[in-house]
């Protein structure tokens, strides 16, 4: 009796490689969705970190100047709302916005210029004083909100700053 040996070529068959190249193709799909979503979230997060970072900035200047300042008043000049002070050299200040960018005057000086970035946009400065009349027995109280909306996300990432302030100088 004689046997006969059968010998198979090793390797993969043709089916086998497209099945493989099949799942893989799959497996990448499904991956890259997620991995998209959670670029687009650290964009966002880092822009929302932006805005948070230079309005902070903004009003830890004006709570510094308008503590030390006297005379704090809101004028209307050429159709805008300003908030106007004397600062502790005796000289005006004035903030204002214009569009999306917030104003600084010093004086006679070229104004200072806190822009919105690519990143966020500053919609809207309110300043209020309270009480509208100077009250030598009561002290004035500035209250400034600044809303910073963010230009990346699809959906709508704005956020509200506010502080009030007592001048300590009267």
């Given at each position: 009796m004689t046997?006969?040996?059968?010998?198979?070529k090793k390797g993969f068959t043709l089916v086998e490689v497209m099945?493989?190249?099949?799942?893989?193709?799959?497996?990448s799909i499904s991956m890259t969705g997620p991995f998209i979503g959670a670029v687009r979230f650290q964009r966002?997060?880092?822009?929302?970190?932006?805005?948070?970072?230079?309005?902070?900035?903004i009003?830890?200047?004006?709570?510094?100047?308008?503590?030390?300042?006297s005379n704090p008043e809101i004028v209307t000049i050429n159709g805008t709302?300003?908030?106007q002070f004397m600062n502790q050299e005796d000289i005006l200040v004035q903030y204002y916005q214009d569009g999306s960018d917030l104003y600084k005057n010093i004086g006679n000086d070229?104004?200072?210029i806190y822009q919105g970035t690519q990143v966020f946009q500053f919609?809207?400065?309110?300043?209020?004083?309270?009480p509208e009349t100077p009250d030598p027995d009561t002290p004035s109280r500035v209250t400034v909100s600044i809303r910073g909306v963010?230009?990346?996300?699809s959906t709508d990432n704005s956020m509200i700053f506010q502080t009030t302030i007592i001048p300590r100088n009267r």
């Amino acid at each position: 009796m004689t046997s006969k040996i059968v010998q198979r070529k090793k390797g993969f068959t043709l089916v086998e490689v497209m099945v493989s190249g099949a799942l893989l193709a799959l497996l990448s799909i499904s991956m890259t969705g997620p991995f998209i979503g959670a670029v687009r979230f650290q964009r966002d997060i880092r822009s929302v970190d932006e805005m948070v970072d230079n309005i902070q900035m903004i009003l830890n200047v004006l709570d510094k100047e308008l503590r030390t300042s006297s005379n704090p008043e809101i004028v209307t000049i050429n159709g805008t709302q300003r908030l106007q002070f004397m600062n502790q050299e005796d000289i005006l200040v004035q903030y204002y916005q214009d569009g999306s960018d917030l104003y600084k005057n010093i004086g006679n000086d070229d104004p200072i210029i806190y822009q919105g970035t690519q990143v966020f946009q500053f919609d809207q400065v309110n300043f209020d004083v309270s009480p509208e009349t100077p009250d030598p027995d009561t002290p004035s109280r500035v209250t400034v909100s600044i809303r910073g909306v963010t230009n990346l996300s699809s959906t709508d990432n704005s956020m509200i700053f506010q502080t009030t302030i007592i001048p300590r100088n009267r």
